[in-house]
């Protein structure tokens, strides 16, 4: 089945400074989302971005998708000690019944 | 609006024990909905799904089944437990098909020994 694969697996970057996430994955889609998990709890959906659309924003989350090269990237700016968790990316299947997660990337920030 | 409650919060269970986790959603008719399962530091695997009363879809076979007996609840069972079956148990569900954000529960820590 197709999945998400996020890119870097662990990324820990200076408060402020800017943290791009990506991510791969392998059959056409007809959207692409991308969630937060803070330690121990429930995964809070961010942004879903569909197949027709190249850049969607929300606040200071800046999501691409580029259906050539079957990839996304996750952009958060000034980043904040609060946006430490992990990013999963999910992608649906052919049937848009039900979405496969990536492996995640793990984000710190330093204060 | 719509909300998801899942329960219990934790669970540790001797192996050999039944389980029964339990997710209800409110606010919304006719939810799909998931149970995913996530091993410690790890993505999240999709377990189950439902698309509606009495329609289960399995993903991975396993030593758990699930049951969705009314429109907003579903039930992840199993009648003898693994060791291998220890994670952390999500419930999510979303309004149906295309451009639709899941919601996911608080999640189950269910520990096995």
């Known amino acids: 089945s197709q999945q998400g694969e996020e890119d870097p697996q662990a990324l820990s970057i200076q408060e402020g400074e800017n943290a791009t996430m990506n991510c791969s994955y392998k059959?056409?889609?007809?959207?692409l989302q991308w969630y937060r998990q803070n330690s121990g709890r429930g995964l809070v959906h961010l942004i879903l971005i569909r197949s027709n659309e190249r850049e969607k924003h929300s606040g200071r989350l800046r999501v691409t998708l580029d259906t050539s090269k079957k990839s996304s990237s996750l952009l958060i700016t000034a980043s904040r000690a609060a946006d430490t968790a992990s990013y999963f990316c999910a992608t649906d299947d052919s049937s848009a019944s039900k979405i496969i997660f990536g492996s995640g990337t793990r984000l710190s920030i330093r204060p | 609006s719509q909300t998801i409650h899942q329960w219990p919060a934790t669970l540790v269970q001797p192996v050999g024990s039944p389980l029964s986790l339990e997710c209800t959603v409110e606010?919304?008719?006719?939810?799909?909905l998931y149970w995913y399962r996530q091993a410690a530091g790890r993505g999240l695997q999709l377990l189950f799904y439902?698309?509606?009363?009495?329609?289960i879809s399995s993903e991975v076979p396993q030593n758990l089944s699930a049951s969705r007996p009314q429109d907003r609840q579903f039930i992840l069972s199993s009648k003898k437990l693994l060791l291998s079956d220890s994670g952390f148990y999500l419930c999510?569900?979303?309004?149906?098909?295309?451009?639709?954000?899941?919601?996911f529960g608080s999640g189950t820590r269910l520990t096995v020994v």
């Open positions: 439902s698309v509606g009363i009495g329609q």
């Open positions: 606010g919304t008719s006719n939810p799909n």
């Open positions: 999510a569900w979303s309004g149906g098909r295309f451009n639709y954000g899941y919601t």
């Open positions: 059959t056409s889609i007809n959207n």
